[in-house]
């Protein structure tokens, strides 16, 4: 099934001029870039993103570690893009991701782990919503 899903490249990755890298994988595994834009979280709508996790005792450093610069947020589209995307990115914690993912090679530490990606078809459709109007998502199919 051709899906959607929101990857966001993390400020770290961004900082070290690694958006060229990252969007290469994903190319290069098939996944099509249909949407995109460079933006900087403010505290508050990076709180808003990742409100799911707000009991988590790593919340707080990561909405400010989120806001700390700017972000490249892009909708990817493909067969399995869900899946696919979070296997390209490999495991949370760079330590222990498996060699040739993102995270692997592109992350400093567990909280900057270069990317993000949406876990799920309902999470992928409420944070593309979150960064994109629908005309700035340009499908190849639906
Ligand atoms: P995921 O990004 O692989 O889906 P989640 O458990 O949803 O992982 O966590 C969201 C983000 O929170 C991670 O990508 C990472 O930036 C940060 N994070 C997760 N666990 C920790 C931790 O133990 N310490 C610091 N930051 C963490
Ligand atoms: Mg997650």
Redesign the pocket.
């Known amino acids: 099934m051709t899906e959607v899903t929101l990857s966001i490249i993390k400020p770290d990755a961004v900082q070290r001029n690694l958006i060229g890298e990252i969007l290469r994988r994903f190319e290069s595994a098939g996944l099509k870039v249909v949407g995109g834009k460079l933006l900087r979280l403010s505290p508050e709508r990076a709180q808003a993103f990742y409100a799911v996790?707000k009991e988590r005792p790593?919340f707080a450093?990561?909405c400010t570690y989120m806001s700390s610069g700017p972000i490249f947020v892009s909708v990817l589209e493909g067969e399995g893009a869900i899946v696919k995307n979070r296997e390209i990115m490999g495991a949370?914690d760079p330590a222990k991701a498996a060699p040739g993912t993102i995270r692997k090679d592109c992350g400093t530490d567990?909280?900057a782990?270069a990317v993000?990606g949406s876990?799920g078809s309902e999470t992928a459709a409420a944070e593309i919503a979150f960064f994109f109007k629908p005309e700035e998502v340009f499908r190849s199919s639906k």
């Open positions: 996790h790593f450093g990561l949370t567990v909280e782990n993000h876990d």
